[in-house]
């Protein structure tokens, strides 16, 4: 699966939280400073020349929306991730988390609780 930029990252997080949307709502969603539209509707076409993102026409207006869902990019972002810096290892990367992050017992035992379930 193709990686995106930081800025079709931001533009695919907006399309996953509204499931379909015009640029100028694509825009009214994203922190200022603001982007130019014409720098929104050329990313979002760039999105779906790499197949994240359709469309469909609704009179002058076009609605993008995700074809990959959030769950299925995430997972394969943080797989790359485990493969990259962490040697394959999911245990090598959940270590270094709770070692840089200094996460509470507590916290572990209740996620293992959860995954049990």
Do not use: C
């Given at each position: 699966?193709?990686?995106?930029?930081?800025?079709?990252?931001?533009?695919?997080?907006?399309?996953?939280?509204?499931?379909?949307?015009?640029?100028?709502?694509v825009?009214?969603?994203?922190p200022?400073?603001?982007?130019?539209?014409?720098?929104?509707?050329?990313?979002?076409?760039?999105?779906?020349?790499?197949?994240?993102?359709?469309?469909?026409?609704?009179?002058?207006?076009?609605?993008y929306?995700?074809?990959?869902?959030?769950?299925?990019?995430?997972?394969?972002?943080?797989?790359?991730?485990?493969?990259?810096?962490?040697?394959?290892?999911?245990n090598?990367?959940?270590?270094?988390?709770?070692?840089?992050?200094?996460?509470?017992?507590?916290?572990?035992?209740?996620?293992?609780?959860?995954?049990?379930k």
């Amino acid at each position: 699966m193709k990686q995106l930029t930081k800025a079709e990252e931001e533009i695919m997080h907006v399309l996953w939280l509204l499931e379909s949307a015009n640029v100028k709502e694509v825009i009214l969603q994203i922190p200022e400073p603001k982007p130019a539209y014409n720098t929104v509707s050329t990313i979002i076409r760039i999105l779906e020349t790499k197949g994240f993102v359709s469309h469909k026409q609704e009179g002058k207006f076009h609605y993008y929306f995700p074809i990959l869902k959030k769950e299925e990019y995430s997972n394969s972002s943080l797989n790359k991730l485990v493969e990259n810096y962490f040697e394959g290892s999911f245990n090598e990367l959940v270590s270094f988390f709770i070692k840089k992050n200094d996460v509470k017992l507590s916290d572990i035992e209740a996620l293992l609780k959860e995954i049990k379930k």
